[in-house]
């Protein structure tokens, strides 16, 4: 079966970075509710990590850890974590309105932090957790966990070839039947995924401006959204995302001048297709003359992608960050781009879809 090649940042970005000296990172896993365990079971399970801790508030989420994991020890408070000198890295898998003072707290004691998506609320919140992480010389790792899955793997590596042509757009539907959030609108919620493919396939570009509009039906949280984002050269992204769906939908469709990929998360054989279809303009002069298309129709491709979980695959690049000194893929600028994102979309909503110009 054909596989990606390693996931790496961009190479403008490499650069030698201090490494923590042994041959496995202590890892302490802080939010012990959904996601909290899959990230506990993917660090236990490399042989790069040590996991120490985990920690929640609730002791009934910790009690079924204990059988599973024995010699990770179990705590409600933050405190016993960030005491251990053998906790390297801490994971953060809790809402996102406790991110910030948690991080914070990790950055302090000196820990290297895991957050999940979206990174804050606010920018200057994200801003600040950069110059605290720069100041006591640890990284930030954002989950944005898509990233590493091997289907877009492969979109980057097709886009980064070439063989596409010149972008024209993405076009995104993120839809399925709830799960509603307590915290967060749909728009926080699955909205990060998108982006942070985007900033991905793009090399690290952000877009220029963003309009968005979405209805909240059952709450005061949006439960549908759209949002239209707009790049250099004309290149223009629209994401749709919905908790009102009757199915689940998880597909992208990208488009360049040469050819076209289609991305079925839903399809268990061929979540990629690239077509070699397009269209050709004869040159004439647009103000004075309709241009005459062409349509161009040819073969599709399915490209065999490997079996291996997102979520081990990000592990693996979190701990080669830690333990080789490798460039993280996902690091603050990637989440920083997300949350700056996501505000100028919140405003552009809340203004009924005027764009907002994304700083």
């Known amino acids: 079966m054909a596989s990606s090649p390693p996931l790496a940042a ?3 970005l490499a650069r030698p970075r201090r490494t923590l000296g042994r041959a496995a990172a202590g890892v302490a896993v802080v939010g012990c509710g959904y996601w909290g365990p899959n990230l506990l079971r993917n660090f236990a399970d490399n042989p790069r990590a040590e996991v120490r801790w985990a920690c929640d508030l609730r002791a009934e989420r910790l009690e079924p850890l204990s059988r599973r994991y024995p010699g990770v020890r179990r705590t409600s408070a933050l405190d016993n974590v960030l005491a251990d000198p053998e906790v390297d890295l801490v994971a953060i898998a809790t809402p996102v309105d406790s991110h910030v003072a948690l991080a914070r707290r990790a950055i302090e004691a000196g820990k290297h932090v895991v957050l999940e998506k979206p990174l804050s609320r606010r920018v200057d919140e994200a801003v600040g957790l950069r110059d605290a992480a720069a100041k006591h010389g640890v990284t930030i790792f954002v989950d944005h966990t898509f990233v590493f899955t091997p289907a877009v793997r492969k979109m980057r590596e097709v886009v980064a070839s070439g063989e596409l042509g010149r972008r024209l757009y993405y076009d995104s539907v993120r839809v399925n039947l709830g799960l509603f959030q307590q915290d967060v609108s749909v728009l926080w919620d699955l909205a990060p995924h998108d982006l942070s493919i985007l900033h991905h396939l793009t090399g690290g570009e952000s877009p220029r401006r963003v309009s968005c509009t979405g209805v909240a039906h059952y709450s005061e949280l949006e439960d549908v959204a759209y949002l239209t984002l707009f790049y250099a050269d004309d290149f223009v992204a629209h994401v749709h995302v919905n908790w009102l769906a009757p199915v689940k939908v998880r597909q992208i469709l990208l488009g360049g001048s040469r050819k076209m990929l ?48 997102a979520l081990a695959v990000e592990v693996d690049s979190i701990l080669a960050a830690l333990l080789d000194g490798a460039e993280p893929v996902c690091g603050i600028d990637a989440g920083l781009s997300v949350v700056r994102t996501l505000n100028a979309a919140q405003l552009s909503l809340e203004m009924g879809g005027v764009p907002v110009e994304i700083a």
């Open 10 to 12: 961009p190479a403008s």
């Open 262 to 309: 289609v991305y079925d998360d839903n399809d268990p054989v061929e979540k990629i297709r690239i077509y070699d279809k397009g269209v050709a303009a004869s040159p004439s002069d647009r103000a004075t003359a309709p241009q005459l298309i062409q349509y161009r129709l040819g073969d599709m491709t399915a490209p065999m992608l490997p079996a291996t979980e």
